[in-house]
């Protein structure tokens, strides 16, 4: 019986931690900051990645009509 307890006692801590850590992955699954879940969140970045792509295009062409008309 001795031996039992002292398995038990060795033993949960570990147990302990895992189930903490089980509990707040699952409560954390599917929700984001306000409650949106990360599909939304990741579609959210994927559109402004996009915007800041199309704005950063903008930019690198004007710089290059300015760098042809500096050069000539």
């Known amino acids: ?10 033993w949960l801590p570990f147990v302990v931690l ?3 850590w089980l ?3 699952r409560g954390y ?3 984001g900051p306000s409650g949106a879940n990360w599909a939304e969140l990741y ?6 990645t996009r915007r800041m792509n199309v704005f950063l295009e903008r930019i690198a062409v ?3 009509k300015r760098g042809n008309s500096a050069g000539n």
């Open 29 to 31: 699954r599917g929700r």
């Open 18 to 20: 895992m189930a903490v």
């Open 43 to 48: 579609e959210q970045q994927v559109a402004e």
């Open 62 to 64: 004007s710089l290059e």
């Open 1 to 10: 019986m001795n031996d039992w307890m002292a398995l038990a006692a060795s």
């Open 23 to 25: 509990w707040l992955s």
